[in-house]
């Protein structure tokens, strides 16, 4: 019979290997304590939410920073991120998502909690033709089928659209709202 001790160490070296590409949270938990933990994920720069006791966090990871952010020890429940890169053109890009509710994540003492975030979206155009009505409908989601909004140096990315008729005549256009 394997003891706790060799099964906690077996799990522990699995959950360390590379072998666990998962896109939902992923909670490492062994023991309670009280304290303080640590939060790793999968992205350079960007930002956790969280939520425990009604009080929100906003958990900053920074590029090219070394440790981990602490945060007190207890469950929380994921409430989104917001994931950041800069382009070729040096302008800043964000894809935030957040939520009402969330995943619970437990942080402890002893070893990181690793979230990690799909960072693939999926943009999805919908058009319904009613006689002379055209409804349109814009939605840009993750993995967990949360509204996801874009931004590019703080400004909301706009959702241009055109309607041509069977001519290639320009009959209505705009900017759809999302997010």
């Known amino acids: 019979m394997t003891q706790p001790k060799e099964a906690r160490e077996a799990l522990q070296g699995y959950l360390r290997s590379k072998s666990t590409e998962l896109v939902r949270p992923v909670l490492i938990k062994f023991g309670f304590s009280t304290g303080s933990g640590s939060i790793k994920t999968n992205f350079d720069e960007g930002s956790l939410y969280l939520r425990r006791d009604k009080k929100r966090y906003r958990v900053l990871f920074e590029e090219g920073r070394d440790a981990a952010p602490k945060i007190e020890v207890g469950k929380y429940e994921w409430l989104g991120y917001c994931l950041e890169r800069a382009g070729k053109d040096g302008a800043r890009w964000f894809a935030s998502t957040t939520g009402p509710k969330g995943d619970d994540v437990l942080v402890s003492r002893e070893l990181p909690t690793v979230i990690k975030v799909d960072p693939v979206i999926?943009?999805?155009?919908?058009?319904?033709?009613?006689?002379?009505?055209?409804?349109?409908?814009?939605?840009?989601?993750?993995?967990?089928?949360?509204?996801?909004?874009?931004?590019?140096?703080?400004?909301?990315?706009?959702?241009?659209?055109?309607?041509?008729?069977?001519?290639?005549?320009?009959?209505?256009?705009?900017?759809?709202?999302?997010?």
């Open 122 to 179: 999926r943009v999805n155009l919908r058009a319904v033709s009613k006689k002379d009505v055209v409804d349109l409908q814009l939605t840009i989601l993750d993995w967990r089928r949360s509204p996801v909004t874009v931004y590019q140096d703080g400004e909301r990315v706009p959702a241009p659209y055109e309607i041509v008729d069977a001519k290639g005549r320009r009959v209505a256009s705009g900017n759809m709202q999302y997010g």
